[in-house]
């Protein structure tokens, strides 16, 4: 069984990380949210047969590379749910 890499952090440690990764997904969340609106755009003024289906890439890829991001915080949320801090 793989050990938590989580569990030798004191509690301060512990909540900087987490509020580190929280604002680094706010942040990429909110980057999705411009990508998607300026793709939205783009579709609306050229039209969709005049685009390349290349140009929906960061949309479909974007939510796969924030995974190990999603995954790291679901983590230390549960440590901190395991500390009861």
């Known amino acids: 069984m793989k050990k ?7 509690d ?6 987490r509020n580190f990764f929280k604002g680094i997904s706010i942040a990429f969340a909110l980057i999705f949210i411009v990508a ?3 793709l939205l755009y783009l579709f ?18 974007l939510p796969i590379t924030l995974m190990p991001l999603f995954i790291n915080f679901s983590l ?3 440590e901190i749910k395991s500390r009861k801090i």
Do not use: A, R, W
Request: aromatic share 8%; no cysteine.
């Open 4 to 10: 938590n890499i989580y569990s030798d952090l004191t």
């Open 12 to 17: 301060e440690q512990l909540l900087k990380k």
């Open 36 to 38: 998607i609106s300026i």
């Open 44 to 61: 609306v003024t050229k039209g969709f047969k005049n685009s390349s289906i290349v140009t929906l890439l960061p949309i479909f890829m």
């Open 76 to 78: 230390i949320h549960k």
